[in-house]
């Protein structure tokens, strides 16, 4: 499937049409296969990132021509190799946990769900170093021949506005 298909595939998805590349609706069997194995996929990028190598993460970044990833606003990592880049420039002895909180995995089409959640990261160094962040992120992931990918994604942290308490509308 081309990724202009996948992307007019999940435009009807997201636009309320919900349906297969045939046109019918996912079954939900379907669509819990597809939950199922974006968590599972989300649940190992995770516990890799954390490990002793979190470069390894960026194998769970599409090498596709058509991977975006914005931070905050901007438009950070226009590849997977960019994301390695990033990972690898954090050092041998840095650490990176994310907790993900009220995760959302919405199947869109064969091979193409949207999950939003909340997320707390920390980034641990040596000498004590500790930064922690949190926000939210929407990804796409797409499964390619080598299993679920993020194709696209985007995440932000809160932004007081006007004075206002973080959280405020």
Do not use: Q
Not at 5 to 22: N, P, R, V
Not at 35 to 53: C, K, L, Q, W
Not at 82 to 88: F, H, M, P, T, Y
Not at 111 to 128: C, K, P
């Amino acid at each position: 499937m081309t990724n202009l298909k996948k992307f007019c595939l999940c435009f009807a998805a997201w636009s309320g049409l919900g349906c297969g590349s045939d046109g019918t609706r996912l079954s939900e069997a379907r669509a819990a296969a597809i939950r199922d194995g974006v968590t599972t996929a989300m649940d190992r990028f995770r516990e890799i990132a954390s490990g002793p190598n979190p470069a390894a993460a960026a194998d769970f970044y599409s090498k596709s021509p058509a991977f975006r990833f914005y931070e905050s606003g901007e438009l950070r990592y226009e590849s997977a190799a960019d994301v390695r880049a990033a990972l690898e420039g954090l050092g041998p002895a840095m650490r990176v946990t994310t907790e993900y909180s009220n995760t959302d995995v919405e199947p869109l089409a064969p091979g193409l769900a949207l999950v939003r959640s909340l997320f707390e990261s920390t980034i641990l160094g040596e000498g004590g170093f500790e930064f922690s962040y949190g926000g939210a992120v929407t990804m796409l992931w797409a499964h390619e021949p080598g299993g679920w990918r993020i194709l696209s994604g985007h995440s932000s942290s809160p932004v007081p506005r006007g004075g206002a308490e973080v959280g405020a509308p």
